[in-house]
């Protein structure tokens, strides 16, 4: 499914709305149909949707002002990553079936891993000697993945440590996963120069 720009900004707005997590999301689709019906919806209308409290109402009317979502496109672009949205058909099918889904994912790097494990291809130029299928690049996709969370206020220490572990799994071609929070989460998969305010 095609996702236009402005959805995709009311995906991401809503998402990333303070108090909203997987099960307010789905209660606002249900009532409005689509995020950007629940960020035009009258502040009223918010409040009567189950789970949705005036703070919760109040923090999405704040949220769509500011245009977060836009300004998060924006540094998505900046950094060569993207939002993977859970209506999009290459968001991981394994997500899929779990009880309270993500319903945006933010991915930087190859998406081999998160949209459905890797390809089959037999061809021999796609199979590396390990039998692990190659990209466009020629580098081999690995099947792996590693999950590198942490504190939001790292130390020094911290931030060496996750830097040195994620770089490592760079190199061995090893999927970093996140939950994208600020501190430990972000620096596993920033490059060194790179600075972002998500």
């Given at each position: 499914?095609?996702?236009?720009?402005?959805?995709?900004?009311?995906?991401?707005?809503?998402?990333?709305?303070?108090?909203?997590?997987?099960?307010?999301f789905?209660?606002?689709?249900?009532?409005?149909?689509?995020?950007?019906?629940?960020?035009?919806?009258?502040?009223s209308f918010?409040?009567?949707?189950?789970?949705?409290?005036?703070a919760?109402?109040?923090?999405?009317?704040?949220?769509?002002d500011?245009?977060?979502?836009?300004?998060?496109?924006?540094?998505?672009?900046?950094?060569?990553?993207?939002?993977?949205l859970?209506?999009?058909e290459?968001?991981?099918?394994?997500?899929r079936?779990?009880?309270?889904?993500a319903?945006?994912?933010?991915?930087?790097?190859?998406?081999g891993?998160?949209?459905g494990?890797?390809?089959?291809?037999?061809?021999p130029?796609r199979?590396?000697?390990?039998?692990?299928?190659?990209?466009?690049?020629?580098?081999?996709?690995?099947?792996?993945a590693?999950a590198?969370?942490?504190?939001?206020?790292?130390?020094?220490y911290?931030?060496?440590?996750?830097?040195?572990?994620?770089?490592?799994?760079?190199?061995?071609?090893?999927?970093?996963?996140?939950?994208?929070?600020?501190?430990?989460?972000?620096?596993?998969?920033?490059?060194?120069?790179?600075?972002?305010?998500?």
């Amino acid at each position: 499914m095609t996702t236009s720009t402005n959805d995709r900004e009311a995906w991401i707005t809503l998402a990333l709305t303070p108090g909203i997590g997987p099960t307010r999301f789905q209660s606002l689709l249900r009532a409005f149909g689509s995020p950007d019906g629940a960020l035009a919806a009258p502040f009223s209308f918010l409040c009567a949707v189950p789970g949705i409290s005036s703070a919760c109402a109040t923090a999405i009317r704040e949220e769509r002002d500011a245009g977060r979502g836009s300004r998060v496109l924006e540094q998505l672009e900046k950094l060569g990553a993207r939002a993977l949205l859970f209506t999009d058909e290459d968001y991981p099918a394994v997500l899929r079936d779990i009880p309270d889904p993500a319903m945006v994912l933010f991915a930087w790097g190859k998406l081999g891993i998160l949209a459905g494990g890797v390809t089959t291809s037999q061809e021999p130029s796609r199979v590396d000697a390990a039998g692990l299928p190659r990209d466009g690049s020629g580098v081999a996709m690995s099947p792996l993945a590693a999950a590198i969370v942490g504190t939001r206020h790292p130390t020094q220490y911290g931030i060496d440590v996750t830097k040195g572990a994620a770089a490592a799994c760079a190199r061995a071609g090893i999927t970093v996963v996140s939950g994208m929070a600020r501190g430990c989460d972000a620096i596993a998969h920033c490059r060194p120069s790179a600075t972002f305010d998500l």
